[in-house]
């Protein structure tokens, strides 16, 4: 079984239009899995609710307070509107969040309830593909220690956990990007190695450096292929900028 993961970019998800387009591509694949973001919801409730608005790195800064904001976006009206955009396009999308049948476990990695995939129950997955359905992830899970707050997971990461999980053929990081930038000019490759200096250099910033460190743990993982760009890559399999992982250094003799 062929599976693709595709990481659906949260800002994009406020226009209808660029999700009907999305949905009438991932309809001619499958099986397939998705993941969501939904920071600018997130950030709008946020704001209503008088709470700060904080990014680190990409990721958001999580209070209980902002823990509870993200889960009620994530796992209520964004999800909605993937799996509705989805089934408007003939795809049998199901919608689930971390929580759902143990799907997700995450543990704190500071940010105060930001946490990271620690366990995917991949044979739940699997499963759903092989009713003919396509889950639709909300990247929020339970704490591995119990704790019954639940962590906010950047969803690029946990779409590569997810993929790694699966042993995915192909991760999609989809947005309104056509891919990786340098000096205005779109790179159709990146290694791996240079992920760290394209950060440390100002290059790679914010939503950005979430997606291409998510790109190098996925192929870590064993993900046989990796891309990052919009929605172009359904209509070409060189579109995007593909990562790939660096060459392992050679052993003295």
């Known amino acids: 079984m062929i599976i693709r993961v595709v990481k659906v970019g949260g800002n994009q998800l406020d226009s209808p239009e660029w999700l009907a387009r999305l949905a009438g591509a991932l309809a001619r694949l499958h099986p397939l899995v998705v993941v969501h973001g939904g920071g600018k919801a997130v950030d709008r409730l946020s704001s209503q609710f008088g709470l700060p608005v904080e990014k680190h790195e990409g990721l958001r800064v999580t209070s209980p307070e902002t823990a509870a904001v993200v889960e009620m976006v994530l796992a209520g009206p964004a999800n909605r509107a993937v799996v509705a955009g989805l089934r408007r396009a003939g795809v049998d999308a199901v919608g689930l969040a971390g929580v759902d049948g143990g799907l997700l476990t995450a543990r704190r990695v500071g940010l105060d309830y930001v946490g990271e995939v620690a366990a995917v129950?991949?044979?739940?997955?699997?499963?759903?593909?092989?009713?003919?359905?396509?889950?639709?992830?909300?990247?929020?899970?339970?704490?591995?220690?119990?704790?019954?707050?639940?962590?906010?997971?950047?969803?690029?990461?946990?779409?590569?956990?997810?993929?790694?999980?699966?042993?995915?053929?192909?991760?999609?990081?989809?947005?309104?990007?056509?891919?990786?930038?340098?000096?205005?000019?779109?790179?159709?490759?990146?290694?791996?190695?240079?992920?760290?200096?394209?950060?440390?250099?100002?290059?790679?910033?914010?939503?950005?450096?979430?997606?291409?460190?998510?790109?190098?743990?996925?192929?870590?993982?064993?993900?046989?292929?990796?891309?990052?760009?919009?929605?172009?890559?359904?209509?070409?399999?060189?579109?995007?900028?593909?990562?790939?992982?660096?060459?392992?250094?050679?052993?003295?003799?």
């Open 121 to 253: 129950r991949s044979g739940l997955v699997e499963s759903l593909l092989l009713a003919g359905l396509t889950p639709v992830i909300a990247p929020v899970a339970p704490a591995a220690d119990g704790d019954h707050i639940p962590l906010n997971v950047n969803a690029d990461h946990a779409a590569a956990a997810i993929a790694g999980a699966l042993r995915a053929d192909e991760l999609l990081f989809v947005s309104d990007v056509p891919g990786v930038t340098v000096g205005a000019v779109p790179q159709p490759v990146v290694a791996t190695s240079e992920i760290e200096p394209l950060v440390a250099g100002g290059v790679a910033t914010g939503g950005m450096a979430a997606k291409l460190r998510a790109a190098a743990q996925a192929l870590e993982a064993g993900v046989r292929a990796v891309r990052i760009g919009d929605l172009g890559m359904f209509e070409s399999a060189t579109a995007g900028t593909r990562l790939l992982a660096a060459a392992p250094s050679p052993q003295p003799a």
